[in-house]
């Protein structure tokens, strides 16, 4: 507005607000972004506006007009001030998609000749092992990651202080009473969680994260990742224990791969055993990284605990069952000859474009 504007010397009459109102709205109207939109707020409402000499200039006036002249100038202030924050709000959300539309990536593009990543080495493996087993009629299930002591230990026939819980070194979370909640240690605690929810017949998988205090080397890492299989049904045997690790070593790794069993010690099956699988440097016929054996030792496995199964109040006359569990990332290890276990977490380029 410039300085001899309506208002200049005949402060607050009304007509003369008006257009100076009218004026302010106009040019309001037509500022185009936020940065002239705040220039102009000056110009219009601050300290060397018109409205402010005008409401200065009212000093001037005879107290009965000063009144109604300071009414008018009040309102034309918050008409010019309500228009300017609209016209704000209008600007900075147009400026806000336009710099996002600006920015954005188009993730889907397709770069001929160049990949824009690819799942993990570890996703990929889960999502294989998941697809082996359904293509075996199984279903897949998840848990939570942070779990109470009597889904990973109690429910599995760990009782407190049962030696074996030495076999996993905890990760204790501060919640509820001392060493009640923690980050699971295996991926067992998931079977606990499907027969609490659900009846027999169970054909079931369950991948995921578990967690051990461990110093990471070459074979350890403190986050890891297992599948733990689940089948309870009636008359099932060792033999169909053996027999599904059997198809599933062959589904997985191919033609000519077989599994075999070893006794072993697992609190939650009787009896129980480690499963190994055809060596996959040699195929079975001996070298350095399978000890000469001709096998890799892969999980444990076992037929499930009576104590397990009336932890959930399933019938052990009634229904039989058995389960497995391993190391995804041991498996894709073994798979692609991967001699440290920690190259899966470091995101090194080239280690990750291999796969
Ligand atoms: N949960 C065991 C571990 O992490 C592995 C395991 C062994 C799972 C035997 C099973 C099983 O389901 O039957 O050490």
Known sequence: MNGGGPGEDREGRSSDVDALVGE???????ADTS?????????LTGKRSPLSRAKAGLAALEAGE?????????AARQAVEAALESRRLELVAAERTALLEAERLDLSEVV???RRGHLHLVTQARDRLEDTFIGMGYTVAEGPEAESDWYNFEALNFPAGHPAREMYDTFYLELGP???TLLRTHTSPVQIRIMESSE???????????????????SHLPVFHQIEGLVVDRGITFGALAGTLDAF??????????????????????PSAEFDITCVFCKGEGCRTCGRTGWLELGGCGMVHPNVFAAVGYDPEVWSGFAFGFGIDRLVMMRHGIDDIREL???DVRFLEQF
């Open 24 to 30: 302010a709205l106009a040019r309001v109207a037509e």
């Open 35 to 43: 940065e002239k939109l705040r220039e102009l707020a000056t110009e």
């Open 66 to 74: 000063r009144r109604a002249a300071g009414m008018a100038l009040n």
């Open 112 to 114: 001929p000749g160049r």
């Open 178 to 180: 001392p060493e009640s």
């Open 200 to 218: 027999p017949p169970i054909y079931s998988v369950m991948p995921g994260r578990c967690y051990r205090i461990d110093t990471p080397d070459a």
């Open 249 to 270: 070593t062959e589904a997985y790794f191919g033609q000519g791969f077989r599994s075999r069993l070893r006794p072993s010690y697992f609190p939650f099956t009787e």
């Open 345 to 347: 977490i470091t995101n």
